[in-house]
C-alpha cells in the first residue's frame, strides 16, 4: 500500500507560480509511474501531467502544456508538479497519483491516490 502526501498548494495571483510536491511512503517508489491530476468544483477529475518510472517521460495535458513541468527525484521518493504562468482557470484540487503502469492518462489506470492539496488563483 502506498500512501501518498501532496503539499504546496495554496492562493497565487493569475501569472504567478507554486510547486507541488507528493511524497510517497513506499520505498519502491521508483516501480511505479506516477501523475498528477486536478478537480475543480461541480467538474470531472482531469489528466494534467505524468512522469514514468525513471523521469525519462514525460507527458502533459494539453491545456497546462508550456507552462507546468512533472519531475520526480526518485532518492526523495517525492514528485513534484511546477506551476508557471498560473491562470484562474488552474483552480482546483491537485491529486498525485501511482500506477503499475508505464504511464497513464486516464484517472482509473491508477492504483494509490494522494489526498489532494487545494490550488486557488485570483485574477
Known amino acids: 500500500q502506498v500512501q501518498l502526501v501532496e503539499s504546496g498548494g495554496g492562493l497565487v495571483q493569475a501569472g504567478g507560480s507554486l510547486r507541488l510536491s507528493c511524497a510517497a511512503s513506499e520505498r519502491t517508489f521508483s516501480d511505479y509511474a506516477m501523475g498528477w491530476f486536478r478537480q475543480a468544483p461541480g467538474k470531472e477529475r482531469e489528466f494534467v501531467a505524468t512522469?514514468?518510472?525513471?523521469?525519462?517521460?514525460?507527458y502533459s495535458a494539453d491545456s497546462v502544456k508550456g507552462r507546468f513541468t512533472i519531475s520526480r527525484d526518485n532518492a526523495k521518493n517525492t514528485v513534484y508538479l511546477q506551476m508557471n504562468s498560473l491562470k484562474p482557470e488552474d483552480t482546483a484540487v491537485y491529486y498525485c497519483?501511482?500506477?503499475?503502469?508505464?504511464?497513464?492518462?486516464?484517472?482509473?489506470?491508477?492504483?494509490?491516490w494522494g489526498q489532494g492539496t487545494q490550488v486557488t488563483v485570483s485574477s
Open positions: 497519483a501511482a500506477t503499475f503502469l508505464y504511464v497513464g492518462t486516464i484517472a482509473h489506470e491508477y492504483d494509490y
Open positions: 512522469i514514468s518510472r525513471s523521469g525519462g517521460n514525460t
